[in-house]
Nanobody, 125 residues
């Protein structure tokens, strides 16, 4: 059984940084993990994704490129999202998600079948 637990959310001022963590359990083979967010009244959108197979492949939404970095620590079964230069529009509930194997659409929520409970990120101007 796959389990995902996020942590690291909080409140910061614009320009600040936060680091989100997602600890996974239950995977025994290569898998794809992603960070998603859902703001008030908005649809859930993909932020960044990471495929653990091979040398690791990352993908970012255009809105966070150059500001957010996704990384993984295999030993700790953890996925991280380092968020720098945060903007008020980054305010949302952030979710960690995972699926077994490779994903051709790693930033699409419908491609994932395992989700964490979410962690709130609030950026004030």
């Amino acid at each position: 059984q796959v389990r995902l637990v996020e942590s690291g959310g909080g409140s910061v001022q614009a320009g600040g940084s936060l680091r989100l963590s997602c600890t996974s359990s239950g995977f025994t083979d290569a898998y794809t993990m992603g960070w998603f967010r859902q703001g008030p009244g908005k649809e859930r959108e993909g932020v960044a994704a990471y495929y653990t197979g091979g040398s690791g492949v990352t993908r970012y939404a255009d809105s966070v490129k150059g500001r957010f970095t996704i990384s993984q620590d295999n030993d700790k079964n953890s996925l991280y999202l380092q968020m720098n230069s945060l903007k008020p529009e980054d305010t949302a509930m952030y979710y960690c998600a995972a699926k077994l194997g490779h994903s051709w659409s790693p930033l699409l929520p419908r491609d994932y079948n395992n989700w964490g409970q979410g962690t709130q990120v609030t950026v004030s101007s």
